[in-house]
């Protein structure tokens, strides 16, 4: 497309998921996207919206194709002030147990995407009334400026609600050393390793086993359930009701063409480990885990599983591993570079707006605070297990 075509943008009733889903394939199969805007995360969410939900369909057009298409989600929400107020919402909701999903990654799918995500967002940001806000979750510097320069456009101002790093191994880095990934490790989480690994051979053989049907990673996934659930009791991912008609249909449909890949880690007979990984253009994106803790510190189901995940990556010939946003525990011990992740909220200014991003200040803090006390509580029900487990 040429800089000087001009770009209609609409945002149109969701009609049909099944008409929408040739049009979106056939400009995915276009375009460089992330696996969040793939048809098989979007057109699985579409199907396991909650009631209420009001998704219409952004759709950019050049000369009459389509070049760009984004779900929008509008939802009335709270306000201190006399205007009633509606968030607009990027390939979310708005309903805060549904979007516990947490997309990432998130973008408009585009075509030749730099003028077609401006005008996107052109179209969006103009729509917003008084009190209304666009918010944009997941998204990477790119989008964000992007974003920041459209609400400039109509006067509107940029409020950063969490941001946050999304580590992940590089394997190029990984080959330039000698592909030798656990070399390239700090010592002690060499050691530390190696150690974890020695103990459970005490049991048998330590192995990744992929699983190759649905049947086999349904199965898989009901187990990282119990694992998650026994670590994080109601604040687990599972609490949310969504959580799990969503992923065993988007297990169902991914396993057999390999955009979703489950495995168990295995010592002996035992499985000490459970990884819900999505495979998109020969990056391992590490979305969900489940592990099997025990009083013993110096076994770390966690690190020895994403350890032999990130082998086998590198051994299939794939890009990098991506542990996705959130940079605690192993993450930082195992990665060798991040991306930057973002969640924003457009708006107008004004003496709500900023007394609202005081009690989500406040809010923030006294849940980071609860965090604290539930994880010491944790450590005195649960013998140390370093901060690679």
């Not at 497309?1 to 400009?27: G, P, Q, R």
């Not at 969900?288 to 032999?308: A, I, T």
Request: a positive charge.
């Amino acid at each position: 497309m040429h800089h000087e075509a001009v770009i209609d943008v609409s945002v149109e009733a969701l009609d049909s998921i099944t008409t929408l889903e040739t049009t979106w394939k056939e400009l995915e199969a276009r375009v460089s996207h992330s696996f969040f805007l793939s048809w098989l995360w979007i057109g699985t969410w579409l199907r396991h919206l909650p009631d209420g939900a009001q998704p219409q369909v952004l759709v950019a057009r050049s000369s009459s194709k389509v070049v760009g298409l984004a779900i929008i989600c509008r939802r009335r929400a709270w306000s201190l002030g006399p205007h009633a107020r509606a968030r607009w919402l990027l390939n979310e909701t708005g309903y805060a147990r549904f979007d516990r999903l947490f997309i990432e990654y998130n973008n408009i799918l585009a075509e030749h995407s730099d003028a077609i995500i401006s005008a996107g967002l052109d179209a969006l940001t103009s729509r917003l009334r008084l009190s209304d806000q666009l918010v944009l979750s997941g998204i990477d510097p790119d989008l964000e400026l992007a974003a920041s320069r459209a609400a400039g456009r109509v006067g509107l101002v940029t409020e950063v609600k969490q941001a946050g790093p999304a580590p992940w191994v590089d394997f190029a880095k990984v080959r330039q050393q000698g592909g030798d990934y656990r070399a390239t490790l700090g010592r002690s989480t060499r050691q530390a390793v190696s150690r974890a690994m020695r103990l459970y051979a005490e049991r048998g053989p330590v192995e990744l086993r992929i699983m190759e049907t649905t049947k086999e990673a349904l199965a898989a996934f009901d187990l990282l359930s119990d694992f998650h659930q026994s670590r994080w009791r109601r604040r687990g991912a599972f609490a949310n009701p969504g959580f799990r008609p969503f992923h065993e249909e988007l297990i169902a449909r991914g396993v057999p063409t390999g955009a979703v890949r489950i495995s168990r880690t295995l010592a002996g007979d035992q499985t000490i480990g459970v990884l819900y990984n999505f495979v998109h253009d020969g990056r391992v994106l590490n979305y969900q885990s489940g592990f099997l803790y025990e009083s013993d510190g110096r076994l770390k189901p966690g690190l020895v599983s994403h350890v032999l995940a990130i082998q086998d990556s590198i051994a299939r010939g794939e890009h990098g591993y991506d542990f996705l946003a959130g940079g605690g525990g192993h993450k930082s011990h195992l990665a060798n570079r991040e991306h930057a992740m973002k969640w924003i909220a457009i708006g107008r200014d004004s003496p709500e707006r900023r007394i609202e991003a005081k009690l989500r200040g406040a809010k923030r803090m006294l849940r980071t605070i609860a965090t604290h006390l539930a994880k010491k509580k944790l450590r005195l029900r649960i013998p140390y297990l370093g901060a690679s487990s």
